[in-house]
């Protein structure tokens, strides 16, 4: 069984910002898989702090979550689902938004420091470091603060490329979990 959980900030305020790229990636892998169509969404599971999927790709079981809690509470709602569903860390994918990569590269590697990323900092604190991390680069801005880069809408031209990208991470992730082969690379 394997987890992925999209990172993001929980209210429509921050629908399709930049720091929500992750729950856009949960959101598409899930639509990836939901055939026939309108059979998957994501149900609120208080207990476990997040909104989360079951199910399964080519026999592969999959939980998709997206945690209810603000991005710096990330590891509370991830501590949760790992011990809820019984599943080890090395079989976690957390995936987010990179400021350090350009718009639309993605980047999937095991292990690591969290490069600045709050919600990653929440995890590694909260389980360690010994998990997946899937990154979607959204690029920077040197004339805004990082915060206020990270909380804007997405502009419709990066939308365009971060959408391409998510579909190309989804397709990607949904091959490696179903041949167990996971390996640390960047998505072309």
Not at 17 to 36: E, I, Q, W
Request: hydrophobic fraction near 40%; proline fraction near 3%; glycine fraction near 10%.
């Amino acid at each position: 069984m394997w987890l992925v959980v999209g990172l993001g900030n929980p209210t429509h305020k921050f629908d399709f910002t930049r720091h929500n790229t992750g729950f856009m990636a949960a959101d598409s892998l899930v639509s990836k898989l939901d055939f026939p169509k309108g059979t998957l969404e994501f149900s609120k599971n208080k207990k476990l702090g997040a909104g989360v999927v079951k199910t399964n790709i080519y026999g592969e079981d999959i939980i998709i979550a997206k945690p209810t809690s603000f991005m710096n509470n990330s590891g509370i709602a991830v501590k949760k689902l790992l011990d809820f569903y019984k599943i080890s860390s090395d079989r976690l994918v957390v995936i987010c938004d990179d400021s350090n990569l350009n718009v639309a590269i993605l980047r999937l590697r095991y292990g690591g420091d969290p490069g600045g990323h709050r919600g990653l900092e929440s995890i590694i604190e909260t389980i360690g470091s010994e998990f997946w991390r899937a990154r979607v680069g959204i690029g920077q801005n040197r004339g805004m603060t990082l915060e206020n880069y990270v909380l804007a809408k997405i502009p419709p031209e990066e939308r365009k490329k971060i959408d391409a990208a998510l579909d190309k991470l989804s397709e990607e992730l949904i091959s490696l979990i179903s041949h167990g082969a996971l390996a640390s690379k960047t998505i072309n």
